[in-house]
């Protein structure tokens, strides 16, 4: 989100969006929140001096790829059995695509099985076209079609492409067919699991609180096949868990999207509570009624080794580490996940969005956070009858910037700063 200085929102908040190359070219374009047929600021192109980092991840004991089909769906390596498998056990996916344009998937933001297909979303993505620049040939974003693209792939070859305009104007749907490879991160452990009447498989709610606050990152499957990654955990003070998953959109089989697609919000608890949102993009008019549902939940926790850097109280006091191994950490192509303590000792963790440093001072955002209430008689959460976004800003002073936006109209509701306690681990 665009900020007036490092540690500051602008008064007018407005996606960033960026499209960087090899060459060291950029673009950064705007699309403000509150006004979606506003014009958009020209969009600001230069040359930036660029270093580009991979992550090390765990390989499967197995072939590498752990499978491969072909645009049909028929299989070219390794086994789709243990592709599933591996999903169940709570690991992490990635796909990669050579057929026409290359395309590779480093987010899947949610992953199912069903009927012996695999498929997977992947909803963070800004169209683009190809360009010159300079005499360069490069890639820009639209400029007269401006639309994300959500992205809707399966083990049959089938990938399905939905455009929504950030004017709220849905365009049809498109399918292709392309070859897949699929990647497995298999650094993911089980660490707690019950059925819906909370009776405990394995593990404890206490090892997930504690690997939540060692800075870990956490997976959740369901017994209906859909394993993802929470977008943030919270401990309360009596020691529930609660997640939120909100990169979900509606389907119509596993195939495709629904016609009408529609976001699916969730909230989870390790009492087994489960909480739906659906909401139309663009609008984000409530769909249905609310839903409520007691599920079965297996959560795992990444076992990578995540080092806490820096702790700042308060006060705004260094009571754990340097700030200036963490900036050179994270300058190093290091990720970043932050668990913060509120004055009440409520917990939010979650890995930060960006990052921009200013000297020795970091600044970090995370923006894919909705505002949630305590369930009456419960120690539940759920989204507040008038859902809004809490875009946050946590910085080493010790600071906490909560600019609060309502989900319906994209209308600003207040901006608020307080102090808080945050541990800044890095992997």
């Given at each position: 989100m665009s900020k007036e200085i490092w540690?500051?929102?602008s008064v007018e908040a407005a996606h960033v969006f960026y499209i960087f190359c090899t060459s060291g070219i950029y673009e950064k374009s705007l699309q403000y929140l509150s006004e979606s047929s506003r014009p958009n600021d020209p969009d600001t192109f230069g040359v930036i001096g660029l270093r580009w980092?991979?992550?090390?991840?765990?390989r499967h004991r197995d072939n590498y790829?752990?499978?491969?089909h072909d645009d049909e769906g028929r299989e070219t390596c390794g086994s789709l059995s243990k592709l599933q498998s591996v999903i169940q056990q709570g690991n992490d996916v990635r796909i990669f695509s050579n057929s026409k344009i290359a395309l590779s998937l480093p987010i899947l933001d949610n992953i199912s099985l069903r009927n012996a297909i695999i498929y997977a979303q992947m909803l963070r993505y800004v169209a683009s076209n190809k360009a010159v620049y300079n005499g360069t040939n490069i890639r820009k974003f639209k400029k007269e079609d401006r639309h994300s693209a959500f992205f809707y792939l399966s083990s049959n070859g089938t990938i399905t492409f939905l455009r929504w305009y950030f004017a709220g104007l849905q365009k049809g749907i498109e399918?292709?067919?392309?070859?897949?490879?699929?990647?497995v991160d298999t650094c993911w452990s089980e660490i707690y699991s019950y059925n819906n009447k909370k009776a405990v498989f394995d593990g404890s709610e206490q090892r997930l609180r504690i690997s939540i606050m060692a800075g870990?990152?956490?997976?959740?499957?369901f017994t209906s096949g859909v394993a993802t990654e929470p977008d943030s955990v919270i401990v309360q003070t009596n020691g529930h868990t609660n997640a939120q998953l909100l990169s979900r959109m509606s389907r119509f089989n596993h195939t495709h999207f629904d016609k009408k697609p529609?976001?699916?919000w969730q909230?989870?608890?390790?009492?087994?509570?489960?909480?739906?949102?659906?909401?139309?993009?663009?609008?984000?008019?409530?769909t249905k009624n609310v839903q409520n549902r007691k599920d079965s939940v297996r959560w795992y926790t990444d076992t990578r080794s995540w080092?806490?850097?820096?702790?700042?109280s308060a006060s705004g006091t260094v009571t754990t580490g340097s700030k200036e191994v963490l900036s050179r950490s994270l300058e190093l192509g290091g990720m970043l996940r932050l668990v913060v303590t509120f004055s009440n000792y409520t917990v939010i963790a979650f890995t930060a969005d960006s990052i921009e440093f200013i000297g020795l001072e970091v600044s970090a955002q995370f923006v894919r956070y909705i505002g949630h209430i305590q369930k009456p008689d419960s120690s539940d959460r759920m989204f507040a009858p008038e859902p809004h976004w809490n875009l946050i800003l946590v910085t080493t002073e010790g600071r906490l910037t909560s600019s609060l936006w309502d989900v319906k109209d994209n209308r600003q509701i207040s901006t608020n700063t307080l102090s808080v306690t945050c541990s800044w681990f890095v992997n």
């Open positions: 540690n500051t929102f980092f991979t992550r090390k991840y765990c790829p752990i499978y491969c399918v292709d067919k392309r070859n897949m490879d699929w990647y870990r990152r956490i997976r959740v499957v529609y976001w699916i909230m989870i608890s390790t009492t087994g509570y489960r909480h739906f949102l659906r909401l139309v993009p663009g609008s984000y008019v409530i080092r806490k850097l820096l702790t700042i």
